[in-house]
């Protein structure tokens, strides 16, 4: 289970991976938690439409990607707060659809970072551990049927300091399409330029693995 901040924001942390998993046959869902209504320096873009284009262009990156299932919890984009509620949300999903790996946004970048990313990536946190797991949390979810569920694994995109890298030799080009996908979001960058930054950035990544492009994350495994 990807949980995203924004739409777009799970392509440029983890579209190659992604793309890797669903061609080895493994299940993603998407969990997006802003509508990414402010996504925008067009002054005659109104939010619902935005809002609208940007599912649209989620949903056909998820498609491209083999994304399973795309959940949109609409949250009004630069709203998000660490809340008892919005933790509820990613619990109910997470014992809905019991992943074994949950990536998201690194919340602890120093300095600059979206107040979005941060909170995305603590509040998942948290839901995995202690709450998705926890018998006593949720007495209601219980009675829905929404079981404990123990994560196994936690991929932290955006991280300063990355201790797991996955090859997206392979599948770069996918992530490109991808990303092509976010057209509202991509007005910045010429036709060859997000792929040049891209390319280059990967390749860093990849620095003494014996593949050339790389996705890297803080990986966290949960061993209880
Ligand atoms: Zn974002």
């Known amino acids: 289970m990807v949980v995203t901040p924004h739409p777009d924001d799970a392509e440029f942390g983890v579209a190659g991976t992604v793309a890797r998993w669903t061609s080895e046959g493994k299940d993603v869902i998407y969990t997006v938690c ?6 925008t320096s067009d002054p005659d873009m109104k939010p619902a439409e935005l809002v609208r284009i940007r599912e649209q262009e989620q949903l056909a990156a998820a498609r491209l990607l083999g994304v399973r299932d795309v959940i949109f919890l ?3 984009d630069q709203a998000l707060e660490d809340t008892a509620e ?3 949300e990613i619990v109910r999903l997470i014992r809905a ?3 074994e790996t949950v990536v998201t946004a690194d919340p602890y970048r120093r300095h600059i970072w979206h107040r979005d ?3 995305t ?11 998705a797991r926890n018998l006593p949390s949720y007495p209601d979810l219980l009675g829905e049927g929404l079981q404990p569920h123990k994560v196994r694994e936690i991929l932290l995109w955006g991280a300063e300091e990355p201790n797991y890298r996955t090859d997206i030799t392979a599948t770069f080009d996918i992530k490109i ?3 092509r996908c ?10 060859t330029a997000l792929e040049d930054r891209l390319r280059e950035r990967h390749k860093m990544l990849a620095q003494g693995e014996d593949y050339e492009l790389a996705e890297a994350f803080y990986r966290v495994e949960i061993l209880r």
Not at 34 to 39: E, I, L, P, Q, S
Not at 121 to 131: K, N, R
């Open 97 to 99: 659809y019991k992943p």
């Open 117 to 119: 990313h941060r909170i």
């Open 34 to 39: 802003t509508n990414g209504d402010k996504g």
């Open 74 to 76: 609409r949250h009004s």
């Open 182 to 191: 976010h057209k509202s979001q991509m007005s910045e960058y010429s036709s």
């Open 177 to 179: 399409a991808a990303l």
């Open 121 to 131: 990536g603590q509040v998942t946190l948290d839901a995995v551990f202690p709450f």
């Open 86 to 88: 919005f933790r509820k």
